[in-house]
Every structure is written in structure tokens, then in C-alpha cells.
């Protein structure tokens, strides 16, 4: 059985740091890519970042980037999201995914209908 789990969210002043991390089970995740995607109330769910299998390649939300870093250690079984300079705007549900990696993960990292398995979330909640 599959299971992403998120963690690290929680309250934080405008200006600070969070850094998230998501642990996956019951998968091989040497062929899995995976991302950050965030959901803020009545809003769409919207991509944030992503990462190959091998944690080479990543991809970024162009609005979100210079201060969040996407990692993944040795593509092992745990991903990371370093979140700074956070903005009440960044307020939101941060969920991970993984999507089976293929030769078009360029074209689909961003796109939350291609991911195969999805995490409960993590909330974020940054104060003015």
C-alpha cells in the first residue's frame, strides 16, 4: 500500500522559514518523480515544485521561485521543501504527490491530473 506523508507545517510569521518534508512507503521510488502541489481555501489546487527520481532535475512554480528549494537526498524515500521568506499569500494545505517518471516528466510535473498518489496534507499558515 502506498502512503505519502507529510509533515514540518504548522504557524509562522510573515518573513520566516518552514521547511517540509514528505515520507513515502510501498513504492519504488526509483521510479517515481515527485512534487509539492498547495491548496488555499476556495482556490484551485496549484503546483508548487517537483523533482526527478534522481533529484537532479527540478521545477518550480515561476512565482515561487528563489525562495522555495525542493530536495531529495540521495532519492531516497523522503522529499523535502524548504519554504523562506514566507508571505501570508503562501497560506494553504501543502500536499506532495508522486508520478510514475517518464520522458515527458517536463511537460507533466506541474499538471496535479498526472500524479498516481497523493499525500493527506500539511497546513501552512503564515501571519501577517
Known amino acids: 500500500q502506498v502512503q505519502l506523508v507529510e509533515s514540518g507545517g504548522g504557524l509562522v510569521q510573515a518573513g520566516g522559514s518552514l521547511r517540509l518534508a514528505c515520507e513515502a512507503s510501498g513504492l519504488t521510488l526509483a521510479t517515481y518523480a515527485m512534487g509539492w502541489f498547495r491548496q488555499a481555501p476556495g482556490k484551485e489546487r496549484e503546483f508548487v515544485a517537483g523533482i526527478s527520481w534522481g533529484g537532479v532535475r527540478t521545477y518550480y512554480a515561476d512565482s515561487l521561485k528563489g525562495r522555495f528549494t525542493i530536495s531529495r537526498p540521495n532519492a531516497k524515500n523522503t522529499m523535502y521543501l524548504q519554504m523562506n521568506s514566507l508571505k501570508p499569500g503562501d497560506t494553504a494545505v501543502y500536499y506532495c504527490?508522486?508520478?510514475?517518471?517518464?520522458?515527458?516528466?517536463?511537460?507533466?510535473?506541474?499538471?496535479?491530473?498526472?500524479?498516481?498518489?497523493w499525500g493527506q496534507g500539511t497546513q501552512v499558515t503564515v501571519s501577517s
Open positions: 504527490a508522486a508520478i510514475k517518471q517518464g520522458s515527458r516528466l517536463a511537460e507533466v510535473v506541474a499538471r496535479r491530473d498526472e500524479y498516481d498518489y
